[in-house]
C-alpha cells in the first residue's frame, strides 16, 4: 500500500484489517511516514504502524457524520514517526496491540528506539519491542461540545452525594496507584538502557517471562543474552530463543501485588496472634480453675483436720474432767 492511496482516503470511512482483533472501523483522520490515524464512533483514537497493516476495506456506504462531530482536531497528536509519537504519551494511559492476545493497558513509563516500557498494575513493568507493535490507542479528552453540554447540565444538576468512604476508598486507590508508578520507575532507572540488547544484559540472572501470551510464553531465570538469542532456565530445561522472535518481556516485580500480599500476610499473622492469645487466655484461665479448685480442696482438706483435733482435744478435756471428779471423790471418802 503506498502513501498515495492511504492519503486519498483520510475523511473516508474505512476497515483496517478485514478481520481479527485487530480489525476496527472509523474515519481515517490522518496518514504519516509509517503510520495512520482511525478515529472510531466512540471516540477512541487509534494509531495503526502501516507496515503490520494487511488491507483497508472503504465503505462508502457507512455515514459518520456522530463521529465527524465528535472529532476535534485539537486532540490529533502528530509526529514526524510512530516512535516519536508514542514518546508524546509518555506518564499517560495507553492501550497496545488492540484487543489481541499481546493487549495490554497501563501507564507508558519510557519510550526508547527500539522499545517501550509499560507499567500495569496485573504484571508490574512489561517491555514491548517497537517492531513487534501493531497499534496503540486511547481516549480522546473532553471535546468541546461536551464540554458545553456539561454547562448546560450545570443549570440543571442531579446531585448523588458520596459518602465519606468512596471518596476515601478513591483517594487511596489514587494514591496506592501513584505510589506504585513511581516504585516501578525507580526499578527501572536500576536496569535503563538504550536498546534492547543492552537492556537484556542489564536483566541478567533475573527472573522473566517471555511472550506473555500464546504457546511460545515462558517464564524462568534469564542466565545469558547476546543480538541473537537469549538463554533461559525453566525448572530444570534450558531454552534458547531467538531475539529476534521476543515480542515482549516483564519482570515478575509488582508492588501492588506485593503491597496486597504483604496485607494478607498482616491479617493472617494478627489472626494467628488471636488465636495464639485466645488460646493462652483459655489456658490461663483453665490454669486458675485448676488452682482455684486445688486451693478449694486444700480449703476443705485443712477444715477438716481442724474438726478431727477439735474432737480430740475435746475428748481429752472430757477424760480430764472424768479423772478428776474420780480423784475428788476418792478424796471425800
Avoid: C
Wanted: aromatic letters at 6%.
Amino acid at each position: 500500500m503506498k502513501d498515495e492511496y492511504l492519503s486519498s482516503l483520510v475523511g473516508r470511512a474505512v476497515q483496517v484489517y478485514r478481520g481479527g482483533p485487530d480489525s476496527n472501523v472509523g474515519v481515517l483522520l490522518d496518514v504519516n511516514e509509517d503510520y495512520l490515524t482511525l478515529q472510531k464512533e466512540d471516540g477512541e483514537i487509534i494509531y495503526y504502524k502501516t507496515a503490520h497493516i494487511k488491507s483497508i476495506k472503504e465503505n462508502s456506504q457507512i455515514r459518520y457524520n456522530s463521529i465527524l462531530k465528535v472529532y476535534d482536531a485539537n486532540n490529533l497528536v502528530k509526529a514526524a514517526t510512530f516512535n516519536e509519537l508514542l514518546g508524546h504519551f509518555k506518564d499517560q494511559t495507553i492501550r497496545i496491540n488492540g484487543k489481541g492476545p499481546e493487549s495490554k493497558f497501563g501507564t507508558l513509563i519510557d519510550v526508547k528506539d527500539d522499545f517501550l516500557v509499560l507499567y500495569t498494575e496485573q504484571d508490574g513493568l512489561i517491555f514491548y519491542k517497537e517492531q513487534h507493535i501493531k497499534s496503540f490507542s486511547h481516549a480522546i479528552p473532553t471535546t468541546s461540545q461536551e464540554v458545553v453540554e456539561e454547562k448546560e447540565s450545570v443549570d440543571q444538576p442531579t446531585v448523588t452525594k458520596e459518602t465519606p468512604e468512596e471518596v476515601t476508598e478513591e483517594s487511596t486507590e489514587e494514591v496506592t496507584e501513584e505510589t506504585a508508578v513511581k516504585k516501578m520507575k525507580e526499578v527501572y532507572e536500576q536496569i535503563i538502557a538504550d536498546n534492547t540488547a543492552n537492556l537484556m544484559t542489564n536483566l541478567k540472572y533475573s527472573w522473566i517471562k517471555i511472550n506473555r501470551k500464546g504457546p511460545e510464553s515462558m517464564e524462568g531465570l534469564l542466565v545469558e543474552a547476546n543480538d541473537d538469542y537469549l538463554v533461559l532456565v525453566v525448572n530444570n530445561e534450558i531454552f534458547r530463543i531467538a531475539t529476534y522472535h521476543v515480542k515482549n518481556f516483564s519482570l515478575s516485580i509488582n508492588p501492588l501485588e506485593e503491597q496486597k500480599d504483604e496485607q494478607k500476610d498482616n491479617q493472617k499473622e494478627e489472626t494467628q496472634n488471636a488465636q495464639t492469645t485466645n488460646t493462652s487466655t483459655d489456658n490461663e484461665q483453665s490454669n486458675e480453675s485448676q488452682k482455684q479448685e486445688s486451693t478449694d480442696q486444700e480449703t476443705s482438706t485443712r477444715s477438716k483436720l481442724t474438726y478431727e483435733e477439735e474432737l480430740n482435744l475435746a475428748n481429752k478435756r472430757r477424760n480430764r474432767r472424768l479423772k478428776k471428779k474420780a480423784r475428788q471423790g476418792k478424796t471425800k471418802k
